[in-house]
């Protein structure tokens, strides 16, 4: 933070605050408090909802893992919350009978379906609320700090790599 001014600082402190308050906000929002499930269980299920088509046998626990950089254990507590709501099915793999794979159910594609129109009504009341000019620059300004924070992680990333 050398050489920021005082008035940088106080616009940097009030730009991390919105943000995590939308964080925080967003998530509530969207999980427990409208669909009483936890995060990773929407998580999860969005993962699979956007990686598993109608014609593809599914996804192994590991793959889910691997690419959402949670556990296994993790994810199959997941997988089991949702197979109890039966909005994922398991299915023994027409290759490999011993590998288990995941897809969402019917219900699990509903529920989904619901999910996506809920969080696009909120946008739409967010146009509504901001207009339309304002929330084209919101959409670009979100983009750019999106890059900025992706690229800063990158970075943060490779340092810590480079000093192990």
Same mark, same amino acid.
């Given at each position: 933070?050398?050489?920021?001014?005082? *008035? $940088?600082?106080?616009?940097?402190? $009030?730009?991390?605050?919105?943000?995590?308050?939308?964080?925080? #906000?967003?998530?509530?929002?969207?999980?427990?408090?409208?669909?009483?499930?936890? %995060? #990773?269980?929407?998580?999860? /299920?969005?993962?699979? &909802?956007? +990686?598993?088509?109608?014609?593809?046998?599914?996804?192994?626990? &590991?793959? =889910?893992?691997?690419? /959402? +950089?949670?556990?296994? %254990?993790?994810? &199959?507590?997941? =997988?089991?919350? /949702?197979?109890? $709501?039966?909005?994922? *099915?398991?299915?023994?793999? %027409?290759?490999?009978?011993?590998?288990?794979?995941?897809?969402?159910?019917?219900?699990?594609?509903?529920?989904?379906?619901? =999910? +996506?129109?809920?969080?696009?009504?909120?946008?739409? #009341?967010?146009?509504?609320?901001? #207009? *339309?000019?304002?929330? /084209?620059?919101?959409? *670009?300004?979100?983009?750019?700090?999106?890059?900025?924070?992706?690229?800063?992680?990158?970075?943060?990333?490779?340092?810590?790599? &480079?000093?192990?």
């Amino acid at each position: 933070m050398n050489g920021l001014s005082k *008035e $940088q600082k106080e616009i940097a402190k $009030q730009l991390m605050e919105s943000y995590f308050q939308s964080q925080v #906000g967003g998530n509530m929002m969207q999980n427990r408090a409208v669909y009483n499930q936890k %995060p #990773g269980e929407i998580m999860v /299920l969005y993962f699979i &909802s956007m +990686n598993v088509k109608d014609d593809s046998p599914g996804l192994m626990v &590991s793959e =889910i893992s691997g690419k /959402l +950089n949670v556990t296994s %254990p993790t994810v &199959s507590q997941h =997988i089991n919350s /949702l197979e109890a $709501q039966e909005l994922v *099915e398991r299915h023994a793999d %027409p290759a490999d009978r011993r590998v288990v794979r995941i897809q969402l159910s019917d219900k699990g594609k509903k529920h989904i379906q619901r =999910i +996506n129109e809920a969080r696009l009504n909120m946008f739409v #009341g967010l146009v509504k609320h901001l #207009g *339309e000019e304002e929330s /084209l620059l919101f959409a *670009e300004m979100m983009r750019n700090a999106s890059d900025y924070m992706l690229k800063q992680q990158e970075i943060y990333i490779r340092n810590m790599m &480079s000093n192990e």
